[in-house]
């Protein structure tokens, strides 16, 4: 009975032997495997291309600060930074396709407000914030308040005593449903109690001629763009919703410092990429983002339209940023009752 026993004994040896070695190779593989990662993520990126994704048409603003941006990381990482347009749903679905991409740095995000302002617009998104890092924010603008000369109001007190005399009577134009014009004069509505109708149009260009024209009594817009007939004396400009003076309207109040303190209406953009990041990459994307920011090409090309760039203070920034203006302007969606679906 022992020597079967010890018969047995000795069968089972060479399999367990066998699952020892094989367990010690998958160790070794592992080991090895994880090396190498952590190899390419000190030397990222090596020379391979990286792929910036610009949720949005070619030609717009947000492209432009794309390729602006890609020009300069280029240099800075010494590699090729192509920028790729993937526009459509208010910028859902190039931000959906980042999500789906690995997380090692060759795929990026030009990010934007949208990307806070649709997680109430939207009842569902094909995406979740917790799916992108948040690497540094690039620059932001407000919106401004414009009427046509011919409109009686002279200053923001003038009109906020017209609308509140007249409720109903006036009414707004925006470049669309859930832009941050939109939903910054619902947020003004709400705080200086004023009753007016909003005419949401396709696009600036179109909602600037109608103000012009007037078939609509004003208009809250990106800066940049209004800029050029506010300088032309076609419009005329009450009051920015930035805490702070823009430098290209030095001369126009704060709606903080006309009587609604605290006030904020910015369009911002900033670099996101997949979740999951290593840290070495993040790291040198976050430096290398500060550098390509602070370059004079970039900013001269974006002061000169007064779009200001935030100095970068630590890797939190961004997420802090994204995370608040989440629940600011889902506080306006909610009580405005603004939809995009």
Excluded at 101 to 127: C, E, I
Excluded at 174 to 198: F, I, P, Q, V, Y
Excluded at 204 to 228: E, K, M
């Amino acid at each position: 009975m022992n020597a079967i026993h010890g018969k047995r004994a000795s069968a089972r040896q060479p399999r367990a032997t066998r699952r020892g070695v094989l367990a010690a190779a998958m160790a070794l593989c592992a080991s090895l495997l994880a090396g190498g990662q952590a190899w390419a993520a000190s030397d990222y990126p090596a020379g391979k291309p990286i792929n910036l994704v610009v949720p949005f048409p070619a030609g717009g603003g947000t492209d432009f600060i794309g390729r602006l941006l890609a020009a300069e990381l280029g240099k800075i990482l010494q590699t090729t930074v192509v920028v790729e347009n993937k526009g459509g749903a208010n910028s859902n679905i190039g931000t959906a396709y980042v999500t789906q991409a690995k997380p090692d740095g060759y795929t990026l995000l030009l990010s934007g407000v949208g990307m806070a302002t649709n997680q109430s617009l939207y009842s569902r998104l094909p995406y979740r914030l917790e799916q992108l890092d948040q690497i540094a924010i690039l620059a932001y603008g407000v919106d401004v308040l414009v009427t046509s000369p011919t409109f009686p109001a002279k200053s923001y007190a003038e009109f906020v005593e017209m609308v509140r005399k007249e409720p109903g009577k006036y009414s707004y134009a925006s470049s669309g449903n859930g832009t941050s014009g939109h939903l910054g004069m619902e947020m003004l509505k709400m705080r200086a109690k004023l009753d007016m109708m909003h005419v949401p149009y396709n696009g600036g260009s179109a909602a600037i001629n109608d103000v012009l024209a007037g078939r609509v009594d004003t208009l809250f817009l990106n800066q940049d763009t209004v800029l050029p007939h506010v300088r032309a004396g076609k419009l005329r400009a009450l009051a920015i919703g930035s805490a702070e003076r823009n430098p290209v309207y030095p001369d126009t109040p704060t709606l903080a410092e006309s009587g609604q303190p605290g006030f904020s209406s910015e369009y911002w953009f900033g670099l996101s990429a997949p979740a999951g990041l290593p840290d070495e990459v993040f790291q040198k994307l976050f430096e290398a983002t500060g550098k390509a920011m602070q370059s004079p090409q970039i900013r001269e090309k974006l002061g000169t339209v007064g779009l200001v760039i935030p100095t970068l203070t630590d890797k939190d920034q961004y997420a802090t940023l994204v995370k608040r203006e989440v629940e600011k302007w889902g506080e306006v969606v909610r009580a405005s009752g603004a939809r995009i679906d």
